[in-house]
T-cell receptor, first 117, second 114 residues
Framework: AQKITQTQPGMFVQEKEAVTLDCTYD???????LFWYKQPSSGEMIFLIY??????QNATEGRYSLNFQKARKSANLVISASQLGDSAMYFC??????????????FGDGTTLTVKP | NAGVMQNPRHLVRRRGQEARLRCSPM?????VYWYRQLPEEGLKFMVY????????ESGMPKERFSAEFPKEGPSILRIQQVVRGDSAAYFC????????????FGPGTRLTVT
């Protein structure tokens, strides 16, 4: 069964510093995608970054990068130069591409990030 | 290009009433997914639909919940005889296919049962 584990319920970071949010996953599928979403207090789910299981390069999107270590089944999100507006809940998620779980996403329990001025 | 639309954004129902949540996928998307987020928790998969078909409803509660995605019109998540435990945020997502590519999420419907 697919599973996402986020072991950090809460994280603090100083403004302008970098922070890493941890995510490990479990799947028996060879084809899958890993995602990070930001959920601010307003509640919407904002897509941040995507990594495919066959991608050899780590994904980057502006200040966001995904540290993908396939053998360790980890997909940590790195936010560089933190801003006050980064304070939010962050969710790691996975979609499998084959089998009975194809298409649907499995989410972790989230990490609440607080950026301190 | 409009994103995934959900309405209403906020819905208040009394115990025992029915709740109808609507989701219009992105243009050209024929795959729709519903997720529920209970307070202080992550999103949990409920149901996956394509036009006129339920593909996977393994996350749907056995009673009171149903979903449809008709040939014309939005996808509907229907909750009959709501109870306080149904209070949650319900998110809809859509995609072009079932490949592990990006899913696009709607803004969610926040259901409050009083």
């Amino acid at each position: 069964a697919q599973k996402i584990t986020q072991t950090q319920p809460g994280m603090f970071v100083q403004e302008k510093e970098a922070v890493t949010l941890d995510c490990t996953y479990d799947t028996s599928d060879q084809s899958y995608g890993l995602f990070w979403y930001k959920q601010p207090s307003s509640g919407e789910m904002i897509f941040l970054i995507y990594q495919g299981s066959y991608d050899e390069q780590n994904a980057t999107e502006g200040r966001y990068s995904l540290n993908f270590q396939k053998a360790r089944k980890s997909a940590n999100l790195v936010i560089s130069a933190s801003q006050l507006g980064d304070s939010a809940m962050y969710f790691c998620a996975m979609r499998e591409g084959q089998g009975t779980n194809a298409g649907k996403s499995t989410f972790g329990d989230g990490t609440t990030l607080t950026v301190k001025p | 290009n409009a994103g995934v639309m959900q309405n209403p954004r906020h819905l208040v129902r009394r115990r025992g009433q029915e709740a109808r949540l609507r989701c219009s996928p992105m243009k050209g998307h024929s795959h729709v997914y519903w997720y529920r987020q209970l307070p202080e928790e992550g999103l949990k998969f409920m149901v996956y639909l394509q036009k006129e078909n339920i593909i996977d409803e393994s996350g749907m509660p056995k009673e009171r919940f149903s979903a449809e995605f008709p040939k014309e019109g939005p996808s509907i998540l229907r909750i009959q005889q709501v109870v306080r435990g149904d209070s949650a945020a319900y998110f809809c997502a859509s995609s072009l296919g079932a490949t592990p590519a990006e899913q696009y999420f709607g803004p969610g419907t926040r259901l409050t049962v009083t």
